[in-house]
């Protein structure tokens, strides 16, 4: 049975940092896309960044460029979002995903990803 286990939430001033961790178990995802995704109150849930494979490709929504940043650890089934200089937007419950592909661009800066595994997600809440 496959699983995605999140950790590393929680509360959080702005300006500050979490790091998220996504242990997945069940099969080998050394080729498959990891990432993240995140659902405020009242919202929709939003891509927010993905790798795909060790080492390789990474993409990010604009609203997190330059503060978050992904890594995995293939021999460990891991994927990590790091987040730095956390705005109280960023508040939302965060999903680890993995889906064979890669999230998909369109007009340039824009993803779409559809995903065959989640997670049970993560709350992280940034105070103002």
């Known amino acids: 049975q496959v699983q995605l286990v999140e950790s590393g939430g929680g509360l959080v001033q702005a300006g500050g940092s979490l790091r998220l961790s996504c242990a997945a178990s069940?099969?080998?995802?050394?080729?498959?896309?990891m990432g993240w995704f995140r659902q405020a109150p009242g919202k929709e849930r939003e891509f927010v960044a993905a790798t795909w494979r060790s080492g390789g490709s990474t993409y990010f929504v604009d609203s997190v460029k330059g503060r978050f940043t992904i890594s995995r650890d293939i021999t460990k089934n891991t994927v990590s979002l790091q987040m730095n200089s956390l705005k109280p937007e960023d508040t939302a419950v965060y999903y680890c995903?993995?889906?064979?592909?890669?999230?998909?661009?369109?007009?340039?800066?824009?993803?779409?990803?559809?995903?065959?595994?989640w997670g049970q997600g993560t709350q992280v809440t940034v105070s103002s």
């Open positions: 069940g099969r080998t995802f050394s080729n498959y896309a």
């Open positions: 995903a993995a889906d064979r592909n890669p999230p998909q661009v369109y007009s340039g800066t824009h993803y779409a990803w559809e995903v065959d595994y």
